[in-house]
């Protein structure tokens, strides 16, 4: 006789009558899990479209020129979406150019501490501790190690290299300062506050006709690109804003005024023009010298 090496029937039914009912459990919770899934997407699905909405808003109201405005809509669009970069971004920007720069830092740093490689968090950061207008935060030393980081985590914008250069022209150092503004240049030939820059060392330096042939090369290329290079569209400004921060160098006034003409520079303009930021730059270094010593005091 032929043995059966199958299961038992005993135990075939047992399965059966098992199967049926987790079957029949698993269909009677069906409806309602359903119904929660429904509802937490619906839900979420608002809160998404509720957060763009209010993001698109604060950025027309931004580019508008509303900036008070923006900044709350901005600060309404993060309770939806807390970590949304573009938004930190753009809170802080709108902070820094309404002054309220202890604010724009703090959100500058809740951005780093979103995204660690944020360089542009850390450019305006520099930017900010780089203004003398900004307080007690104007703080050179910081403003270059922000600046220097925004550097290291990208080595293809020239914008920090021309800010640490600039720096070092506040602290004197005059070698540091060459190097950096040459980089820059290297790096965008079309950088027109590196050229005007560059040749208020070359008329330090006492070599006038370099002088002025850097400051004809910056006005040659105004109209072109007048800032380093940077993320592109960033806190672009349309007439009657706010100065973009971007655009907000130690020596930003001075640099306009060099290149406010198309024409080209007399040997007399270009004194007039680099006596007075001489006098801008050794005035900045004063107060950075300043604010060291309240620090170290």
């Not at 098992?18 to 979420?44: Q, V």
């Not at 951005?111 to 950061?125: D, E, G």
């Amino acid at each position: 006789m032929r043995r059966n090496l199958g299961v038992p029937t005993y135990l075939a039914g047992a399965f059966i009558i098992a199967f049926l009912g987790i079957t029949l459990l698993k269909g009677d919770t069906d409806p309602k899990d359903t119904d929660d899934a429904t509802a937490y997407s619906d839900t979420r699905k608002a809160q998404i479209d509720g957060f763009w909405r209010l993001y698109s808003a604060a950025s027309d109201q931004r580019r508008n020129g509303d900036l008070e405005t923006a900044a709350k809509t901005y600060g309404e669009a993060l309770t939806m979406n807390e970590r949304h970069e573009d938004t930190l971004y753009y809170l802080g920007n709108s902070l820094a150019q309404l002054s309220r720069h202890v604010e724009a830092i703090d959100v500058f740093e809740k951005l780093v501490s979103v995204n660690s490689l944020s360089a542009r968090a850390h450019f305006q950061m520099g930017t900010i501790r780089s203004n003398t207008a900004s307080g007690d935060l104007f703080d050179l030393d910081a403003a270059e190690q922000e600046f220097q980081r925004a550097l290291e985590i990208n080595r293809e914008e020239s914008a920090p290299v021309q800010r640490l250069g600039e720096i070092a022209l506040a602290k004197g150092q005059s070698a540091k300062a060459m190097r950096l503004l040459g980089d820059t240049i290297r790096t965008n030939e079309k950088a027109v506050g590196a050229y005007v820059l560059l040749g208020y060392l070359r008329w330090e330096q006492g070599d006038r006709d370099k002088a002025r042939q850097l400051m004809n090369q910056a006005r040659a290329r105004t109209g072109i690109e007048t800032t380093p290079t940077g993320v592109a569209g960033e806190g672009d400004t349309l007439p009657g804003q706010l100065p973009n921060i971007r655009r907000i160098g130690l020596f930003t006034q001075h640099v306009q005024a060099a290149i406010a003409d198309s024409v080209d520079a007399s040997p007399s303009e270009v004194e007039t023009r680099y006596s007075e930021l001489h006098r801008h730059i050794k005035d900045v270094g004063s107060r950075w010298r300043e604010s060291q010593s309240k620090r170290s005091g």
